[in-house]
């Protein structure tokens, strides 16, 4: 199975400042499509998680551009931007590439 | 709208079977694969099944192979999860979630206990 590891387990983010959340596999997620199957989510307190990126660096619909993400065929970051407190809440990546599909353990995102 | 509506959680003894439905709308149910994911209380995401558009192609984590049954009824837009042979560890959370997990629903709470 794909193991996704989280880092770090949580962060603490001043409003209006940034912060960033990594995101390493046990094996590349490049598809032989040339596809890069990492996904990234936000759980609110409270609530489903919802879809961020697709696709290691797409932004899904409605999504503020705040949010980016980058990396190579194991190592990601999810950088968000002048954090505002509705960015409150745990962060998930996730991989499609093969089954198992399998998530990371998750970053809690709280505000200062 | 996209939107997934689960149903059919509750309280049910271990060794017991329950059902789950998703009903989905906004979107054509019949083009996209569809998934079951848990979350244990206070624990984070697991993918438990998927099934595939037309429902010939299913999909299990090792710990729910023989005892859970992922299917779907393309006339009524419906997912289902038939967990039998239920254990505690069952306990979570269950998300229906289209496709490649891009929609979820609001989820239904699965406790098994005596």
């Known amino acids: 199975d794909i193991v996704l590891t989280q880092a770090p387990l949580s962060v603490s983010v001043t409003p209006g400042e940034s912060a960033s959340i990594s995101c390493r596999s046990s094996k590349s997620l490049l598809s032989s499509k040339g596809i890069t199957s990492l996904y990234w989510y936000l759980q609110r307190p409270g609530k489903s998680p919802q879809l961020l990126i697709y696709q290691m660096s797409n932004l899904a619909s409605g999504v503020p551009d705040r949010f980016s993400s980058s990396g190579s065929e194991t190592d990601f970051t999810l950088k968000i931007s002048k954090v505002e407190t509705e960015d409150v809440g745990v962060y998930y990546c996730?991989?499609?590439?093969?089954?198992?599909?399998?998530f990371g353990s998750g970053t809690k995102l709280e505000i200062k | 709208e996209v939107q997934l509506v689960e149903s059919g959680g509750g309280l049910v003894q271990p060794g017991r079977s329950m059902k789950l439905s998703c009903a989905a709308s906004?979107?054509?149910?019949?083009?996209?694969?569809m998934a079951w994911v848990c979350q244990a209380p206070k624990k984070g995401l697991e993918w438990v099944a998927t099934?595939?558009?037309?429902?010939?192609?299913?999909y299990y984590r090792d710990s729910v192979k023989g005892r859970f049954t992922i299917s779907r009824d393309n006339a009524k837009s419906t997912l289902y999860l038939q967990m039998d042979s239920l254990r505690s560890e069952d306990t979570a959370t269950y998300y229906c979630?289209?496709?490649?997990?891009?929609?979820w629903g609001q989820g239904v709470m699965v406790t098994v206990s005596s």
């Open positions: 099934i595939s558009y037309d429902g010939s192609s299913t």
């Open positions: 979630a289209r496709g490649r997990i891009d929609y």
């Open positions: 906004g979107f054509t149910f019949n083009n996209y694969d």
């Open positions: 996730g991989h499609r590439l093969e089954y198992p599909l399998t």
